[in-house]
Structure formats: C-alpha cells, structure tokens
C-alpha cells in the first residue's frame, strides 16, 4: 500500500453565516455561500482521484460537500453523524459571554464528562471521533483497494481537535488544559497518517 493511500485529511466548513462570539455547535447554522465555494475550488485541485469523502450531516459540511462533489464528480461521498460538532445543549444560539461563569467553571471543574448546557461532554466526543478514526485505520490496513483511497472528512473544530489527540495516541484527557489549543481557520485542513503517529497543518 502506498503512503498516498493511508493518508486522512479533514478540513473545517467555511465561515457560518452566525454573529461572532455565538455557540453554534450542534446549531444547524449555514456557510457563507462564496466562502463555501472557495474552500471546494482549493480541495478540488488537491485531492487525489477518486478520494472517498466524508461529510458532518450538518448544513455548513453538507454545503461544502456538495459543492465540491459538483468540481469533482469522481469523487465518492459519505455522512456520517460522528463527525459532527459537539453538541453545548442550552447553551446552543447564545453569546458565550452571555453563559454564567458558575457554568462554565462545572464544565472546566470536570472537563471531560460533564456536558456543558446539558448537551454533550468532551469524552463523548472523543468516543464517537475514536470510533470512525479506529475504522478508518482498519479499512487502510485490512480493507479492499476501494477502501485504501486517500479520504476526506469535512467537519468541525472540535472534531479536528479530538483527531489531533487521536494521531497522538491520546484517548482520554480529564483537564481542559489537555485539550489542543491552536486555532483551526473556516476552511482550514489537517492531514494525518493513518497507519502511523503523525499530523502536519496545511
């Protein structure tokens, strides 16, 4: 098998049509339009042929999908429910400044498990993103010539954040401290090597 052929890339939708400094995890928010498409004109001059692509259900993945799915028909597209954002529950559609810092504090206090506005925690995360990362290794080391296709996943920066963990062999975490704190751009993309540690930013 080729070093191509192992290599998973995931990129982050384009800038959601949401006001700045809104919680909009599981929020089934739009992308801009023009942002969208310049993301999929860039992924569509870059990824290898017949590339099996993955998407978030949600809105502003699907919106990139599609379009990208128009540039490059040979292309083969999935969705998949675990790569979606995390879900903030109440917290949903409201200014982050706006949620109580007693809040915020139980959620830091228990960073992993406790479920910040009643939606979901961080190690449900990790557990659903675990789940279709130790699939996708399995189907580069085991699987048919189909299923050794380069991949793409289009998802969210909490997803990226928990895959970043995952490349480092890093299932569970208990402090925020812990969790990857760079800044992933709208339209940005990670690649990583499935059968082996491994991440570099593009």
Avoid: N
């Amino acid at each position: 098998m080729s070093a191509l052929s192992a290599k998973l890339w995931l990129v982050r939708h384009a800038q959601p049509l949401v006001d700045a400094g809104l919680c909009y995890g599981a929020l089934d928010a739009p992308a801009c339009p023009a942002k969208t498409q310049q993301v999929a004109q860039q992924l569509a001059l870059a990824l290898p042929q017949k590339a099996q692509v993955t998407t978030s259900p949600l809105l502003r993945c699907t919106q990139l999908a599609q379009a990208l799915l128009a540039l490059r028909p040979d292309l083969h597209l999935l969705a998949d429910a675990r790569l979606r954002e995390m879900d903030f529950g109440a917290w949903e559609g409201r200014a982050w400044d706006s949620i109580a810092a007693a809040d915020m504090a139980a959620w830091t206090a228990d960073f992993a498990h406790h479920a910040p506005g009643g939606g979901e925690s961080v190690a449900a995360l990790m557990a659903r993103v675990a789940q279709i990362w130790d699939e996708a290794g399995d189907e580069a080391r085991t699987g048919t010539c189909a299923t050794k296709q380069p991949r793409l996943w289009i998802t969210h920066a909490g997803v990226m954040r928990a895959t970043q963990l995952m490349a480092q062999g890093q299932r569970h975490i208990t402090q925020a401290a812990q969790w990857p704190a760079g800044h992933i751009d709208f339209g940005q993309r990670l690649e990583f090597a499935l059968l082996q540690p491994g991440i570099v930013k593009k």
